[in-house]
């Protein structure tokens, strides 16, 4: 499959039915809108409505609410998802809500009898991680409800979409994460997470392989969100201007974040992490891979589709030379997971 500004991917999802946890913003709205490309019906959750919540909603939700300060609406998100030739389905769902999750799996069931493609990018963290800080001087309310936010989200939200997946030709959960390796992320809570999506898609993979539904975790590169291109003063226009800084002022990282101008030059749309689901959610061999973390760099190479501009970019590599090597999950490293010892002793559970 290829696909680049020009040439979209095919509309080979067209009849599945798709949920986005977390589709407001960022890979979560580049991932939906990418699905809408393929044709698919595409479900867009989250936290942030353009709609006044309702009575039931308030009640619920007070101790995570919105995050505040930010524009963009899962209406948008479900509106471009319609516009790039899908159907976007807009729900104003909180995932750490067991009750508001099972409502939302109940209309899915109601209007579709099942759900084919699960995308877990529930985050909202941004503001309560701490970066440069030792576990023990961090906020510990903000730390635990990182963890809710960004772990208990993803466990509520498949214990209830994972049995409206069973039997289903082709059907795949995406677990969202940052990084393809088993590195420490700089900090505690944010390591904690990130690693804990890409062990949550191993377990599911082994429980649901009987059953020929995928699972996996994906990871994007530099990611030009719509923070990020806030951060650096540009537009997905003209977010190629940043190049010209790097020549003429200091090309360093800050000292709390990777923001070095040339290493933004190597980002990638969020579209890009988009065209790898598809891509994956078409593989007819894709259960070959279940239980495993990609990337979008190494995914766009094997399955040849573009980014927006036409570009593959390649931010593995690009990290490798200007940083040096680091090991990532291979062969070698999935060879310790499995087969584990319960696996020895109790073959016959999943």
Known sequence: MTSSANHPPLQLLRGKI????GATRGAGRGIAIALGEAGATVYCTGRTSGRTSSRTSRKKSPKLPATPGLRETIEETAGMVTAAGGRGIAVRVDHTIP??????????????????ILVNDVWGGDALTEWSKPFWKLNLENGLHLLQHAIHSHII???YAAPLMLGRDGAIIFEITDGDAFYYRGNFFYDLVKISVIRIAFAMALELRKH????LALTPGFLRSERVLE???????NWKDVGKKAKTSKDKNSGDQNDAPSDFMVSESPRYIGRAVVALATDPKVMEKTGRVFSTWALAREYAFT?????QPHWGDYARKKYGKYKICDDTFYSYWTPGLIELIFPDWF
């Open 18 to 21: 798709a949920l986005v946890a």
């Open 157 to 159: 939200t498949a214990h």
């Open 307 to 311: 980014d927006l501009d036409g570009t």
């Open 212 to 215: 020929r539904v995928a699972s």
């Open 99 to 116: 009750a508001e999750v099972k409502k939302l799996a109940s209309l899915i069931q109601r209007r579709h009898r099942g759900l084919d």
């Open 231 to 237: 951060h650096f003063k540009v537009t997905e226009a």
